[in-house]
């Protein structure tokens, strides 16, 4: 099974920045596109930040330069760089992995989320 671990929310003021991280794991998978998705109560998950295994990145309009998503080298672990936050950032942050399994199932998998509240 997959298993995703982020970290990196929290507290912060407005203007400044956090940094969450997901690593992924799963014995024999191989993990294609990854990305950040946000939540806030009764609302739909929206995008804030994809990369595919290859390098192509996407931005949700409302994050595009503020935010940097970036992969290791073992394309097994994704950071968010999140600059000039503001309260409307404030959300619970997911991941998500488009994973193959070694049976060759193609499925998607989401994190337990990081909550992310920016107030002063």
């Known amino acids: 099974q997959v298993q995703l671990v982020e970290s990196g929310g929290g507290l912060v003021q407005p203007g400044g920045s956090l940094r969450l991280s997901c690593g992924a794991s799963g014995s024999g998978f191989t993990f294609n596109a990854m990305g950040w998705y946000r939540q806030t109560s009764g609302d739909q998950r929206e995008l804030v930040a994809s990369?595919?295994?290859?390098?192509?990145?996407g931005y949700g309009d409302s994050v595009k330069g503020r935010f940097t998503i970036s992969r290791d080298n073992a394309k097994t672990t994704i950071y968010l760089q999140m600059n000039s936050l503001q309260p409307e950032d404030t959300a619970v942050y997911y991941c998500?992995?488009?994973?193959?399994?070694?049976?060759?199932?193609?499925?998607?998998?989401w994190g337990q989320g990081t909550q992310v509240t920016v107030s002063s």
């Open positions: 990369i595919t295994k290859g390098g192509t990145i």
């Open positions: 998500k992995v488009a994973a193959i399994s070694p049976n060759l199932v193609w499925d998607e998998y």
